[in-house]
């Protein structure tokens, strides 16, 4: 007997919100299976509003009531059963966040839950991370968002540490990550890191997502950390405007990009990483894992 049901996970992060509805297929016997039916994302950039006044524009809240009354018409149209929406730090931290969380439940029904750091590392910490990593190794995922980067070592398939950093693109980009930031981060992972003789990093997040697609490398193959610095280098030798026009980037992902690339580099750096694997997974994904296993609480539509 088949069964295939439609869930739904909606992120609402600092650079961008996006919904994802995925296949759940269970038959009888055999494993159940995940897959990806239909991904929408929309640019709106809460981090730039709430990072440097502390409150969502009113422009910004209108698009998101907006963009949240589509989702709930999308899902309606998949026939989406059960769904989640999670708002990371820049809901969090917006003096206004509680109060666009209740208009957007009265004004579209989605029902959306502000969470903290440490919940979102464990809800990504729910995806298929075990396909891509090798049992026998020892990793350091690095999720880079727009307000924050969740680190999380996994050692023989066992997550032996986690934590999340207020450093995100949007931020860099406003300049408003100090040093002692990076000097806290960069402790961190070196004594989360040094006891073991090697370690490659799992980057996840947009922007690692695009480097690997311009790479053209296969899935599962890593980016070295020699190409991820020439890439680095080359991107800083463009405009913005030159990022959009020549490279074919987005306009919301031309300037995050490079400080995306930092937060990369300095991870592996400072865990002596020379190989990042990229397996394409995020909050999104773990927000499905979570629903159909009941380990996070969901909305039926």
Known sequence: ML????????DIGSNAVRLLISNIIEEKGKPVQFKKNSLVRV?????ADVFLKNKISKENTQ????TMLAFRLLMKSHKVVKYKACATSAMRESENGKKLVER???ESGISIDIIGGEEEAAIIAATDLNKFIDPNKTYLYVDVGGGSTEFTVIDKGIQVASKSFKIGTVRLLNDMVKQEYWKELEQWIKEKTNQYDKISVLGSGGNINKIFK????????PLTFFYLTSYYNMLQTYSYEERITELGLNQDRADVIIPAMRIYLSAMKWSSSKHIYVPKIGLADGIIKSIFYDTVSSNTQ
């Open 43 to 47: 640019p709106i950039r809460l981090g």
């Open 63 to 66: 698009r998101i009531l907006d």
């Open 104 to 106: 957007v439940l009265n």
């Open 214 to 221: 311009l790479s053209g490398k296969s899935m599962g193959k």
């Open 3 to 10: 069964s295939i049901k439609k869930y739904a996970a909606i």
